[in-house]
């Protein structure tokens, strides 16, 4: 079919696939040659061809609110891509430092200069990603803008990275591993949450904050894939976690389906927020005192490889620093047991593979233990 906004598409199952022609591109990618052995032979179809797209319309015509999105991409041409470059370069620069660190756990200085070197300005990025598609998301219901992804692969983070385009500007910028909470039927912008999304049926808002005093804790000092499960030896950077790499962690607000966090939630979590650097260090030490008072009893039951740097012998409470992060943090719900506690989840080599859980109310330490000390009752 013929489209007057999308040019030549044709209709794959439930959404119609196309082709944009992006100039800006050429060039993009060279590292990957020495990745990816299909790397090259994807770049020259871009050049070529034109950027993959795809549009999701479930089997129907575009919209008018997805002809209108895309339309917004052709007008702005290279002002917009330049926009997207930088974004993608701001966030190289943030996350580099941590990923600089993994990397010679790794693989000492082997590779540095060509897969994960120093960047001063968006130019010197083409190399390291490569756009892989365009995708045109649909409009859920009583929706009024239409997101629009482009999806890049990363010379530095196995998994890529998609920019979300709206209203002709540059949204956001993901790790593909958010690509599946994208796709969550609700959503909502919330003044102190930011960005919450949900699927249906589940008992909490998902979103993503600063780790705040934690915000430099990563466990890299060895190969994640030996004790996390999502991570791949065979992949290159291991999957250091997008939010770990960028000093954030995923949040949770447990509320009723049909409300946004509530007022109490909200106070709590802002005052939690507000005394953090106090409340941070007196959760270092007691994560400090629960690992030493463990460390026996972890070691023993521990499976994996070099249980000395997995688990080690440590001094003082930042000596976490290298083998625990902060993954998640849970707004309690305003009912039930510990209403309106902050239960903070760490994971790392030593923490097993759900977690040790703290929380927190009115500014003190409940409690430090398995994963469910820090998860509403309900949902443990």
């Keep these: 079919m013929q489209d007057p906004f999308f040019g030549k598409i044709e209709l794959y199952y439930d959404r119609w696939k196309g082709a944009l022609r992006v100039p800006f591109f050429a060039g993009f990618g060279r590292s990957f040659e020495n990745l990816d052995e299909n790397a090259a032979d994807h770049i020259s179809t871009i050049e070529k061809n034109g950027l993959p797209i795809e549009i999701e319309t479930k089997g129907g015509r575009p919209s008018k609110l997805q002809r209108d999105a895309f339309a917004q991409i052709t007008r702005w041409r290279d002002r917009l891509?330049?926009?997207?470059?930088?974004?993608?370069?701001?966030?190289?620069?943030?996350?580099?430092?941590?990923?600089?660190?993994?990397?010679?756990?790794?693989?000492?200085?082997?590779g540095i200069k060509k897969f994960l070197p120093p960047v001063k300005k968006s130019s010197e990025l083409k190399p390291l990603l490569m756009p892989i598609d365009?995708?045109?998301?649909?409009?859920?219901?009583?929706?009024?803008?239409?997101?629009?992804?482009?999806?890049?692969?990363?010379?530095?983070?196995?998994?890529?990275?998609?920019?979300?385009?709206?209203?002709?500007?540059?949204?956001?910028?993901?790790?593909?591993?958010?690509?599946?909470?994208?796709?969550?039927?609700?959503?909502?912008?919330?003044?102190?949450f930011g960005i919450l999304r949900r699927p249906l049926h589940v008992p909490s808002w998902s979103g993503i904050a600063g780790a705040g005093p934690f915000a430099d804790w990563a466990a890299i000092s060895l190969n994640r894939a030996i004790w996390d499960g999502s991570a791949s030896e065979n992949e290159r950077d291991s999957n250091l976690d997008w939010q770990v790499a960028r000093g954030h962690c995923f949040v949770r607000v447990y509320v009723d389906e049909k409300k946004g966090p509530s007022t109490t939630q909200t106070a709590a979590y802002q005052a939690f927020r507000k005394s953090e650097d106090v409340a941070g260090k007196a959760i270092k030490e007691a994560l400090f005192d629960y690992y030493q008072a463990n460390l026996k009893a972890n070691r023993e039951a521990y499976t994996g490889k070099y249980?000395?740097?997995?688990?080690?012998?440590?001094?003082?409470?930042?000596?976490?620093?290298?083998?625990?992060?902060?993954?998640?943090?849970?707004?309690?719900?305003?009912?039930?047991?510990?209403?309106?506690?902050?239960?903070?989840?760490?994971?790392?080599?030593?923490?097993?593979p759900?977690?040790?859980?703290?929380?927190?109310?009115?500014?003190?330490?409940?409690?430090?233990?398995?994963?469910?000390?820090a998860t509403p009752g309900e949902v443990n």
Excluded: C
């Design 307 to 352: 249980v000395q740097r997995a688990i080690p012998k440590i001094k003082k409470p930042d000596d976490l620093n290298d083998i625990t992060e902060l993954y998640l943090l849970n707004v309690f719900p305003e009912k039930g047991e510990h209403p309106l506690a902050i239960g903070l989840l760490f994971k790392g080599s030593w923490t097993g």
């Design 354 to 373: 759900a977690g040790i859980g703290v929380r927190s109310s009115e500014g003190q330490i409940e409690e430090v233990g398995q994963s469910e000390v």
């Design 81 to 110: 891509w330049i926009d997207v470059m930088d974004a993608l370069t701001a966030e190289y620069q943030k996350q580099r430092p941590k990923r600089l660190r993994y990397w010679k756990t790794l693989y000492g200085m082997r």
């Design 134 to 192: 365009l995708h045109v998301k649909a409009a859920g219901k009583a929706q009024t803008e239409i997101d629009i992804d482009i999806l890049f692969a990363l010379t530095w983070f196995s998994e890529g990275a998609f920019v979300t385009i709206r209203e002709g500007r540059v949204f956001d910028v993901n790790g593909g591993a958010s690509w599946l909470t994208h796709t969550w039927p609700l959503r909502m912008i919330h003044p102190v």
